[in-house]
């Protein structure tokens, strides 16, 4: 076959192939068409997923008469002059309107407020009509029928109508999260309604605009971010640990105001939040970076969605830094929104009988979930401990409280907490004073205005755990000799590869070496654990490194087997404290930063407060 030049329509439709992936990438196109134009109300109908219809009206400066057809035309933008590098609007290829023109049917209307008319010019399978005069309101209408009717092997690939309505809705709340000042409506046959209400200006409007996202609960359970470096500028929000979700679809991250999906920043994220969110839950985050233009290239792939930074790892570090700021200043906050669905289960149960089986249903879900976090039910002995001074990595020293089991007194402590003077400075401390210990592991505290109720096996893991990594940049931690060393029999990769890692375990104060081919014998355990399952803990070590020593090197590795020891040597659910055990570790959680949650990502308190419980008893 001889060469030739492909026709306008062919090489459009090869664009479209990139630039036009599902419904939901037109409607991103056409809704950043919609605010490059100025637009402050934009409304998105559509039917059957968008691959029926697709309709985007904005009251933006809209497009004259002559430039219509320049506009659907491939490579005509009003948005770059001369320099590809400084990027401000958020098109400038010249290729969305074209493309969609060759895979579908488009109408574009536009009326500019200096005409008497608005015009329209159609676009069908790549040919032009118009334009022609045609009745409307200032602004610019946009209507996508029959998305890939010319291109039946794409359609192929949609998936449900569902799905695809959905994506569409994804699309429209990401951006919208980056321009509160408009207000965004998206209706349909094939969907419930939704309107965002433009909000106010500055970051109040930004976090209302983001609440009408993400949830009301968010601002409750979120920290804001401001931090720059070298002229790169972060801000936005991070939830706090205990407020994690099951994808990561929660995660929103925008570049001079462009919504992005960059892996850079997932994964700056994902490190910041690595040691206080489970590996298979994920934080939400609405980040906002803003920077020179030239310091970031936005042209790297027909969608605009992925960025190059010019310096990744300043973007990273600034990212990952900002975040565990925030987090550590917070201090311990534990999520309310499980609060909030106690209240909504209250509620619902007993007053009524056909809403009883609503909550019926909330329960069972909630079990369901809580059954992925399968809490090692720990299979040790009881342990006595005592105090043992740490040096944290700031060089200043630190006290682990460890609780002595104390049968016959502990018995009646629960009882004796709740009949005690309250002290009153505890009120003020924001867990408060405890007050009683009930099912041996749920620590029930007062504050001035509110109940709190810790889980005292997850808060006293994550606290060792806490003091054990600080161990890493300090001195080792006491190791206590074993009079007897205990012979652990293995498979020979696990002795191996607990061998390897033996400096490492020594300096939390295990000390193994090699006993034969398949043994490793343990001379010390970590005083700080007390007294263990030796046998359980070295296996489980085996496991844990065995499972991290390939993919994720040292650091990982030091993490998951701090995890693993403070699950050894944490307070049992079962354990019953004396008062001065509970606020003891009380004001100890209230010293360490992240001990909102435990280990598992999980809450380690929550809080009622008091207008809430009055609400269940409707005084309010
Ligand atoms: P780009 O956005 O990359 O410039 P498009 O193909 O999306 O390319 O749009 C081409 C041109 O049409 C834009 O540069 C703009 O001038 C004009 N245009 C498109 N949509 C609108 C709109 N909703 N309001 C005003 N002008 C628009
Ligand atoms: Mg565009």
């Known amino acids: 076959m001889a060469i030739r030049q492909l026709t306008e329509t062919i090489i459009n439709q090869i664009a479209a192939g990139e630039v036009i992936e599902r419904p939901a990438s037109v409607v991103k196109e056409l809704v950043e068409n919609a605010i490059d134009a100025g637009a402050t109300r934009i409304e998105i109908v559509t039917a059957g997923g968008g691959k029926t219809l697709m309709r985007i009206t904005d009251n933006g400066s809209g497009i004259p008469r002559d430039e219509l057809a320049l506009a659907v ?9 001369d320099d590809v590098h400084d990027i401000r609007a958020l098109g400038f290829r010249g290729e969305a309107l074209p493309s969609i023109g060759s895979v579908s049917r488009l109408s574009l209307k536009s009326r500019t407020a200096d005409a008497d008319s608005g015009f329209e010019i159609g676009v069908h399978g790549g040919r032009v009509e118009g334009p022609r005069p045609t009745p409307m309101n200032g602004g610019t209408i946009a209507e996508v029928r029959d998305l890939f009717f010319s291109t039946p092997a794409r359609l192929k690939f949609m998936k449900t109508d569902r799905a695809e309505a959905s994506a569409i809705s994804d699309v429209v709340k990401r951006i919208a999260v980056a321009f509160p000042h408009i207000r965004f409506s998206i209706a349909g046959s094939d969907r419930t309604p939704l309107e965002l209400n433009a909000t106010g200006a500055g ?5 209302e605009r983001i609440s009408q996202v993400l949830g009301k609960e968010f601002p409750e359970n979120a920290i804001a971010i401001d931090a720059e470096r070298d002229g790169v500028r972060l801000t936005g929000f991070a939830g706090i640990p205990a407020f994690n979700r099951a994808n990561s679809l929660h995660q929103f991250a925008y570049v001079n105001g462009r919504p992005v999906r960059d892996k ?12 206080v969110v489970a590996r298979d839950r994920h934080p939400v985050a609405v980040l906002f970076l803003n920077l020179d233009p030239v310091l970031v290239d936005v042209n790297v792939h027909p969608a605009k969605a992925d960025v190059r930074f010019r310096d990744p790892g300043l973007v990273r570090g600034l990212i990952v830094g900002a975040i565990r700021e925030a987090l550590g200043q917070s201090g311990i906050r534990a999520a309310t929104s499980g609060a909030g669905a106690m209240l909504n289960s209250f509620r619902l149960g007993g007053a009524e009988p056909a809403r009883a089986d609503m909550a019926g249903q909330r329960w069972q879900g909630a079990a369901a979930a809580n059954q992925k976090y399968e809490l090692r039910q720990s299979p ?20 682990i409280h460890t609780f002595l089991y104390d049968g016959a007194e502990a018995v009646a402590a629960d009882t004796r907490a709740g009949t005690a003077e309250i002290p009153q400075e505890l009120l003020s401390a924001p867990l408060g004073a405890a007050r009683a210990q009930i099912h041996a592991n749920y620590i029930v505290s007062q504050t001035a205005d509110s109940l709190v109720i810790v889980d005292q096996h997850a808060a006293h893991e994550r606290l060792v755990y806490e003091a054990l990594k600080n161990a890493l940049h300090s001195r080792p931690l006491p190791a206590q000799m074993l009079l007897i060393p205990e012979i652990v029999d293995l498979p020979e990769e696990d002795v191996e590869r607990l061998v390897a890692h033996a400096e490492t375990l020594s ?14 014998a343990v001379r010390e355990t970590p005083s700080m654990l007390g007294e263990i399952d030796t046998q359980q803990l070295v296996r489980d070590l085996a496991d844990e490194i065995a499972e991290h020593d390939t993919s994720h090197g040292l650091k990982a590795i030091l993490d998951h087997v701090a995890a693993t020891m403070a699950c050894h040597g944490s307070v049992r659910s079962g354990r019953r404290l004396k008062p001065d055990e509970m606020n003891a570790l009380l004001r100890q959680m209230e010293e360490t930063p992240g001990s909102g949650t435990c280990n598992h990502g999980r809450p380690t308190y929550i809080e009622l407060k008091l207008s809430d419980i009055e609400r269940l008893f409707g005084r309010r």
Request: glycine share 14%; aromatic share 12%; hydrophobic share 35%.
């Open 264 to 275: 850079q920043i997932w994964g700056a994220i994902r490190g910041a939040y690595a040691d």
């Open 73 to 81: 035309s491939r490579h005509c933008t009003s948005k770059l002059t």
């Open 380 to 399: 040790y002995r009881p342990f006595d401990l005592e105090s043992t001074s740490v040096r944290n990595s700031n060089g200043f020293a630190e006290t």
């Open 203 to 207: 970051s109040a409007g930004m976090l």
């Open 507 to 520: 300096r939390f104060g295990l000390g193994i070496e090699a006993f034969g081919p398949g043994a490793v």
